[in-house]
């Protein structure tokens, strides 16, 4: 089996109002790159790669046949209260504050103008999650 690089077996694909908008939020919020971009004839994006650290997400304008959704992510980001302050200065609202959690990261919760939940975090400690 091929993964195209920046891929992983399961890549995150968002259909969004705005697709454009939301295309600014990753990049200003979490440092994203576009990396590919296709238009359909009114113009809209189509298709656009954007690629925040190590994952590629998609994103394509919403139709009636593909209405927007929210989704939740787990976000790892080498400084959480940062990347807190950069999304919110992007347009996403607060959910909860970053804090040190029982299970080794420093984590805190925004939402984005299009309604997903982004869950911030940075691991504290060099080990795996354990029970």
Do not use: K
């Not at 200003?28 to 298709?47: K, P, Q, T």
């Amino acid at each position: 089996m091929y993964i195209p690089p920046g891929f992983t077996t399961i890549t995150p694909y968002f259909f969004v109002d705005d697709a454009e908008r939301f295309v600014d939020f990753l990049t200003s919020a979490f440092g994203g790159v576009e990396e590919l971009r296709s238009l359909r004839a009114d113009g809209r994006i189509a298709n656009t790669q954007v690629r925040v650290g190590t994952a590629t997400v998609m994103i394509s304008e919403a139709t009636a046949r593909y209405p927007g959704m929210a989704f939740s992510f787990y976000l790892y980001v080498e400084d959480a209260d940062a990347a807190m302050a950069r999304a919110i200065a992007a347009g996403a609202t607060h959910e909860m504050d970053v804090a040190d959690m029982p299970y080794g990261d420093r984590q805190g919760g925004v939402r984005d103008p299009r309604g997903n939940i982004w869950w911030i975090s940075q691991r504290l400690v060099q080990e795996p999650y354990s029970a």
